[in-house]
């Protein structure tokens, strides 16, 4: 299987400004090229962890009836990264 790391979708940086707030659903790597190019051009941004988090959370709850503990699945996730 290939790797798509190094390759964004954008193809003209140019419509990126620092006002943006940017988001990758992506979450290996933490910091997707696409994001590596919203913060050269000053934007906020965010990976998708916590959206991998919250539907890990709500298919735990579905199956189990019971809250996820997100506190310590974050703790121990970010040791794998």
């Given amino acids: 299987m290939g790797t ?3 390759i964004s979708a954008l193809p003209d940086t140019s419509v ?3 006002d943006l707030f940017v988001s990758d ?3 290996a790597p933490k910091k997707s090229h696409f994001l590596e190019q919203a913060e050269a051009a000053g934007c906020q941004y965010m990976n ?3 959206m991998m988090y919250n ?3 709500a298919s735990f ?3 189990t009836g ?4 997100l506190d ?3 703790e121990h996730m970010a040791d794998e990264s």
Avoid: F, H, I, T
């Fill in 48 to 50: 998708g962890l916590d």
């Fill in 25 to 27: 659903v992506v979450y």
């Fill in 66 to 69: 019971q809250d996820m503990p």
């Fill in 72 to 74: 310590y699945v974050r």
């Fill in 4 to 6: 798509l790391e190094g």
């Fill in 55 to 57: 539907q890990g959370a």
């Fill in 61 to 63: 709850k579905m199956w």
């Fill in 16 to 18: 990126l400004r620092p």
